[in-house]
């Protein structure tokens, strides 16, 4: 009886019993969080477009229609954009018409949303750097959903009227394209308020995806976001716009067909070949048309690519009007890059460099041989003039036809 009542005994048993405790404490605590988390994933799931900086790998699948392949009818002269899966297989829908590589199948491309962002960022911008450190946004607001979108048109000018306007204190822009009205939307709209960068009371917040001009549901998705969107499009001669945007392409892709090639359906007859996307962006009157049905005229403002580089801040002025804003980039704002060859923003005190399109933009075009440039002339102008009757808006292009492209 002494040996069973000793301390010793005694104490292995209390320790016996208090490890017993803990087990079972454990265990119950453990099953507890199993039990939470899988409350959680059936609540928050993975996919959920909230979880915008996630690194789930995202596909694109960048088959585009082949040159030769013409539509069925005007109306299907805005073809698909690349569709953007997820690891899933989730498809986010929409029409971006105007990408490059029109000719070709192109491999898909497996990144993260980061590499995602990084990507249009340099596919958008050179200058980005620059603009954070003199138009940075305070850590302090509310990230709104646009209220004025540049919609387009690509090659026409919209990054420079993007970089200019970012100058005014009331106005607070997105630097990257989101895409959102036209390869993204599936994603929803919450998803596309993160992207926006946060505004005080009184500030317009802006994006600009050139893309949407052309994309068949970007005015119906726009207008369910807000039918009082104010948009801008920017719009260049669409001789010269679709050389440009050819120019573009073939620094990328030095082995596609020439311009001459590219531009004809059948070169012998003259038949324009309107399903490239170089040539289809330019049909300005048929994009417009498909905005109209949504949006008044009176919301849709026009800019002229050319005047944006001959009198930058006369056309900054106009837009200013438009959107509501006290007229602050001005003449002061501005001079002329010779070597360039187009309008810079003068240097922000704060930075030592000059805020300038980067090498990207004012590439040389390539020489297109004459009577290519006549007949594509010739197959605008019907659609130039319907342009001009439905804004009221004379931009010039037929002034001088004998003019040489440059």
Known sequence: MAFWSSPTVHQYKVSQRLLFAFTLSLSLTYVCYTLMSCYTSFQFPLHDTSYLYQSRPLVTDQKQERVGERPTSPRDWVSPSPRVETASSDRLSGEAAGTTGDWRDSPPEVYTVQSWLEREAQESSTTDEELSRSNSTPDFGLQRLPQAIIIGVKKGGTRALLEAIRVHPDVRAVGVEPHFFDRHYEKGLEWYRSLMPKTLDGQITMEKTPSYFVTREAPKRIFSMAKDTKLIVVVRNPV????SDYTQTLSKKPEIPTFEVLAFKNRTLGLIDASWSAIRIGIYALHLENWLQFFPLSQ???????????????????????????????????????????????????????????????????????????????????????????????????????QEII
Not at 317 to 344: E, M
Not at 350 to 360: F, Q, V
């Open 300 to 402: 849709i403002h026009f800019v002229s690519g050319e005047r944006l580089i001959i009198d930058p801040a006369g056309e900054m002025g106009k837009v200013q009007d438009f959107l509501g804003l006290k007229r602050i980039v001005t003449d002061k704002h501005f001079y002329f890059n010779k070597t360039k060859g187009f309008p810079c923003l003068k240097k922000p005190e704060d930075s030592s460099i000059p805020r300038c399109l980067g090498k990207s933009k004012g590439r040389t075009h390539p020489k297109i041989d004459p009577d290519v440039i006549h007949r594509l002339r010739k197959f605008y102008r019907p659609f130039n003039i319907m342009f001009h009757q439905i804004t009221g808006e004379d931009f010039d292009w037929e002034k001088d036809e004998n």
């Open 240 to 243: 010269t716009r679709a050389i």
